[in-house]
């Protein structure tokens, strides 16, 4: 999971970062509410929850650990205001020529926040492994679809 999350990251940095600024205001603004608003914040809420996945994996005491936990749940918190954030962006803002890119982006963001709703039960079960699979599964749906919204942005550039 990590692997796939730090190549997610520099793809979106690679297409966004290159080509920023040579485009129309309206492109340039979508870009920075991609960019700020959803890249920072679910990316750095995401690496977190994989951190502190991989110390569950060692240690599985620390679902008792409040601290832990409430650290957790601000994480998952973060991932849906973030998913939230994506889905409520408003519709008349998204050039045209992105539009197929947002929508593969809202669904991305309704995996990310299905995942967010399993993950506490993968936390408190014993074992874990149904939870666990399904909570993999919707993080790499949501991870397939953020990639390809991020290709179809890049595709999509007017010249």
Same mark, same amino acid.
């Given at each position: 999971?990590?692997?796939?999350?730090?190549?997610?990251?520099?793809?979106?940095?690679?297409?966004?970062?290159?080509?920023?600024?040579?485009?129309?205001?309206?492109?340039?603004?979508?870009?920075?509410?991609?960019?700020?608003?959803?890249?920072?914040?679910?990316?750095?809420?995401?690496?977190?929850?994989?951190?502190?996945?991989?110390?569950?994996?060692?240690?599985?005491?620390?679902?008792?650990?409040?601290?832990?936990?409430?650290?957790?749940?601000?994480?998952?918190?973060?991932?849906?205001?973030?998913?939230?954030?994506?889905?409520?962006?408003?519709?008349?803002?998204? =050039?045209?020529?992105?539009?197929?890119?947002?929508?593969? *982006?809202?669904? +991305? $963001?309704? @995996? !990310?926040?299905?995942?967010? #709703?399993?993950?506490?039960?993968?936390?408190?079960?014993?074992? =874990?492994?149904?939870?666990?699979?399904?909570?993999?599964? *919707?993080?790499? +749906? $949501?991870? @397939? !679809?953020?990639?390809?919204? #991020?290709?179809?942005?890049?595709?999509?550039?007017?010249?």
């Amino acid at each position: 999971m990590k692997n796939r999350r730090v190549i997610l990251f520099f793809i979106m940095i690679f297409i966004l970062g290159g080509c920023a600024s040579k485009l129309p205001k309206e492109d340039k603004n979508y870009f920075k509410f991609v960019s700020k608003e959803v890249n920072e914040p679910l990316f750095d809420a995401l690496e977190t929850i994989g951190y502190k996945l991989d110390d569950f994996s060692e240690d599985l005491t620390l679902v008792t650990d409040e601290k832990w936990l409430s650290e957790m749940y601000i994480q998952i918190n973060r991932v849906n205001t973030t998913c939230d954030t994506i889905i409520n962006y408003d519709k008349n803002l998204i =050039p045209k020529h992105y539009e197929y890119a947002h929508s593969l *982006l809202v669904l +991305s $963001a309704n @995996d !990310y926040k299905k995942a967010m #709703f399993v993950l506490p039960n993968t936390l408190v079960l014993n074992p =874990p492994t149904t939870e666990m699979t399904k909570f993999k599964d *919707l993080i790499g +749906s $949501a991870s @397939d !679809y953020i990639m390809d919204a #991020f290709y179809s942005i890049d595709e999509n550039q007017p010249d």
